[in-house]
Antibody, heavy 118, light 111 residues
Framework: QLQLQESGPGLVKPSETLSLTCTVS??????????WGWIRQPPGKGLEWIGS???????YYNPSLKSRVTISVHTSKSQFSLNLSSVTAADTAVYYC??????????WGRGTLLTVSS | QTVVTQEPSLTVSPGGTVTLTCASS?????????PNWFQQKPGQAPRALIY???NKHSWTPARFSGSLLGGKAALTLSGVQPEDEAEYYC???????????FGGGTKLTVL
């Protein structure tokens, strides 16, 4: 059974780079035709797709975040990660990692709260 | 900037029927946008309900159904239960730009 688990520092200072990791178990992170993505939700607000990486390595990012986002896969560790640079208070959110295809999401993590504060 | 619009809030009586919609700023929503619907209750991660317009996950109650209606994606709840009170989000895929966009969410109150 697929399981996704987010991990991260919990607190990041403004202007620093946020780094989160999603550990995948129950399936190979190299599985064909899956995307591995990140979604976030600021407190009291809606969901926002951040970006995804395809099993082939191609990346796709939300245009509003593209200049600050990097998603990468670490196959040997069965993990994928999110780096978001130059963070501000507006980046405070619960961050979810997901596995999906074009048509459907097939697994969600429980989410991790990331707070940006000095 | 692509915007996906949902009703901010709806209220329905227990046992009633309600339809939530999902519109795209780019025009009519078609099956090629592969509409997905999610339910989220306070303090919980979103739970997938519907994918590719009308397909249900194995855990989706039969009272939930998805469709295309008047150029929008739609989620209909028939025989609403108190436990259906939640926030509902749609998700559309834009193939040309290769991006996914969530709607702003609909807060459904069962009263």
């Amino acid at each position: 059974q697929l399981q996704l688990q987010e991990s991260g520092p919990g607190l990041v200072k403004p202007s620093e780079t946020l780094s989160l990791t999603c550990t995948v178990s129950g399936d190979s992170i190299s599985s064909n035709n899956y995307y591995w993505g990140w979604i976030r939700q600021p407190p009291g607000k809606g969901l926002e797709w951040i970006g995804s990486i395809y099993y082939s390595g191609s990346t796709y990012y939300n245009p509003s975040l593209k200049s600050r986002v990097t998603i990468s896969v670490h196959t040997s560790k069965s993990q994928f990660s999110l780096n978001l640079s130059s963070v501000t208070a507006a980046d405070t959110a619960v961050y979810y990692c997901v596995r999906h295809r074009t048509t459907v999401t097939t697994g969600w993590g429980r989410g991790t709260l990331l707070t940006v504060s000095s | 900037q692509t915007v996906v619009t949902q009703e901010p809030s709806l209220t329905v009586s227990p046992g009633g029927t309600v339809t939530l919609t999902c519109a795209s700023s780019t025009g009519a929503v078609t099956s090629g946008y592969y509409p997905n619907w999610f339910q989220q209750k306070p303090g919980q991660a979103p739970r997938a309900l519907i994918y590719s317009t009308s397909n249900k996950h194995s855990w989706t109650p039969a009272r939930f159904s998805g469709s295309l209606l008047g150029g929008k994606a739609a989620l209909t709840l028939s025989g609403v239960q108190p436990e259906d009170e939640a926030e509902y989000y749609c998700l559309l895929y834009y193939a040309g730009a290769q991006l996914w966009v969530f709607g702003g969410g609909t807060k459904l109150t069962v009263l």
